[in-house]
Structure formats: structure tokens, C-alpha cells
């Protein structure tokens, strides 16, 4: 059942991809799938976000407790588009970074800019 779900959706994400995002399993395991977003942050390592931990794990209530078998890769794949776009500081992650992004906006996007520099090389 799950590998005919998967199969459907990399059909779909194939042929009608959402807006800057792809994905695709990675080689021939549909249940390890890699994707990638475009647009003002992109990350492939470390990133510094308040919904992102050190270790890539990711905050995103769909994620969690809204998720249901509804939602398609590309309803997840905008949802995190979304994230990167608009970060949900009062949800964290990483509460340091979260209260830098509501305090200090200008020492957020400059600390964010530094670990692109750093890590997505």
C-alpha cells in the first residue's frame, strides 16, 4: 500500500512540480526521498532558523501533530518552502534564535547570512 502511494506521488511531483521545490527518492528507495527548495534561503548542512535544530530536524506542526494522509509531498515540500520564508519563533526549535528573530531582526539576518556563507558552500 505504501509503495503505491509513494509511486503516485513521485508521479505527481514529477509532472507537476510545486512552485521552487523538487524531490525524488534518492536512488532506487522510495522510502528515503531528498528534495530541494529554492528562493531567499536554501540550505544543504546547517542552517540558522528558529524551526531547524542542529541536527536537521524540523518544526513544522504537519510534521507533527497535524499531520495526516492527506498531505501530499508537495503539500510538505510548500508547507517547508513556507517555513524558510516565515519562521514560526513562537514554535522553536532553537529558543536562542527564535528570541534574536523577534528581538533583533537585523542580528537574526545577519548571523543567517553568516552560516549560509559557512555551511552551504
Known amino acids: 500500500m505504501a509503495l503505491k502511494r509513494l509511486n503516485k506521488e513521485l508521479q505527481d511531483i514529477t509532472t507537476d512540480p510545486p512552485p521552487g521545490c523538487s524531490a525524488g527518492p534518492v536512488g532506487d528507495d522510495l522510502f528515503k526521498w531528498e528534495a530541494s527548495l529554492t528562493g531567499p534561503v536554501g540550505f544543504k548542512t546547517k542552517i540558522y532558523h528558529p524551526n531547524i535544530n542542529s541536527s536537521g530536524a524540523i518544526c513544522l506542526d504537519i510534521l507533527r501533530s497535524q499531520w495526516s494522509p492527506a498531505l501530499t509531498v508537495s503539500k510538505i515540500l510548500l508547507s517547508l518552502h513556507a517555513l524558510m520564508s516565515e519562521p514560526n519563533p513562537d514554535d522553536p526549535l532553537m529558543p536562542d534564535i527564535a528570541k534574536l528573530f ?20
Do not use: I, L, S, V
Open 102 to 121: 523577534k528581538t533583533d531582526r537585523k542580528k537574526y539576518m545577519q548571523n543567517a547570512r553568516e552560516w549560509t556563507r559557512k555551511y552551504a558552500t
